[in-house]
Structures are given as structure tokens and as C-alpha cells.
């Protein structure tokens, strides 16, 4: 039991560290964004790059902050039936639900992994004017969903310990 609580802490440090650092990317898009505004309507002189790397940031926080939301419980789910049930309850309906998860996350992750390898082979870049690269962003994907999947592992690991002392697991030591 000792073992898995450690295994718990050290993967949701990881999710708390790359959630606290993808964070920033919120400013970076405020701030080019921000440049975008000033340039369109203060010097009549628009930019061709602003739009296109925010939407790469937005891209990245979404892919990169995965684990980090799953982590802190924040995806959308129906409490319904679920949110009245004791903890072992709870625990063995997340155990059931949790092949799905994995069954789907192993194989969002063999086809992202093969799609950022051709993307990356071939040096993607955008179809628009500006034309960035799209490889460095297709290849944070399989990291974003190996990401979540060790937070699934985590998430089973809670559920195993809940089942065994029928109480919560609760996170410890999360700075957000």
C-alpha cells in the first residue's frame, strides 16, 4: 500500500508540475493577443503570425493540460447515480468504468504517437499565410495523453486503496 501511494504522489507531482507550467501559456496568448489589438486598431497595421501561434498555445494548454485536469477532478461528468454511493461503491464503479479508459487512452495514444511521427517526418507546417510548424504541436499530443493515462493509473491506484479501507483517497500536498 505503501508503494502505491508513493507511485500516486510522484505521477500526480508530474500532472501538478506540467499543469503549474502550461499555465503561462495563458499569458503568452493574452499578451500576443494583446499585441494583435494594438497593432490592428492602433497602427491600422495587422499581423499575419498572432492568430496562428495563439492558436497553436491554445492548443498546447489543451493537450498538455489533460492530466492536469484530471488530476484536479475537473473534467464534466454526470453525479447522478454516482454522487450518492458509498466509497467502495464509488471505488468499484471507477474500477468497472476504468477498462474503458484505458482500452481507449492506450489506443488515443498508438495513433497520436503514429500521427506525430509522419506529421514530424514530413515537417507539417500550416496552410496559412504565416505558416507554422504543426509537427512540434502533433507530437505533444502522445506526451498529453500519456499524461492522462498516468493519471488513469493514479485514479485506479486511489480506487484500490478506497476499496481496501473504504475511505477516499484524498491528494495530498497540491499547490495550485
Not at 68 to 82: E, N, P, Q, R, T
Not at 130 to 148: E, H, N
Amino acid at each position: 500500500m505503501k508503494v502505491m501511494k508513493k507511485m500516486i504522489g510522484l505521477i500526480d507531482k508530474i500532472n501538478l508540475f506540467v499543469g503549474n507550467v502550461v499555465k503561462f501559456i495563458l499569458l503568452y496568448m493574452a499578451f500576443t493577443l494583446l499585441i494583435e489589438v494594438v497593432a490592428r486598431y492602433v497602427f491600422n497595421s495587422p499581423t499575419i503570425w498572432v492568430l496562428d501561434l495563439a492558436k497553436l498555445a491554445l492548443g498546447f494548454m489543451g493537450i498538455l493540460g489533460g492530466g492536469y485536469a484530471f488530476l484536479l477532478d475537473s473534467h464534466v461528468k454526470v453525479d447522478v447515480i454516482y454522487g450518492t454511493r458509498s466509497v467502495r461503491t464509488k471505488a468499484i464503479m471507477d474500477l468497472c468504468t476504468s477498462v474503458l479508459f484505458f482500452i481507449f487512452i492506450i489506443i488515443l495514444l498508438w495513433q497520436s504517437t503514429r500521427m506525430a511521427l509522419d506529421s514530424f517526418a514530413l515537417r507539417e507546417h500550416s496552410t496559412t499565410v504565416f505558416s507554422p510548424p504543426l509537427y512540434p504541436l502533433k507530437m505533444a499530443i502522445p506526451v498529453g495523453v500519456a499524461l492522462v493515462l498516468l493519471q488513469g493509473i493514479a485514479k485506479v491506484l486511489r480506487d484500490v486503496i478506497a476499496l481496501i479501507t473504504n475511505e477516499e483517497q484524498e491528494y495530498e500536498n497540491l499547490q495550485y
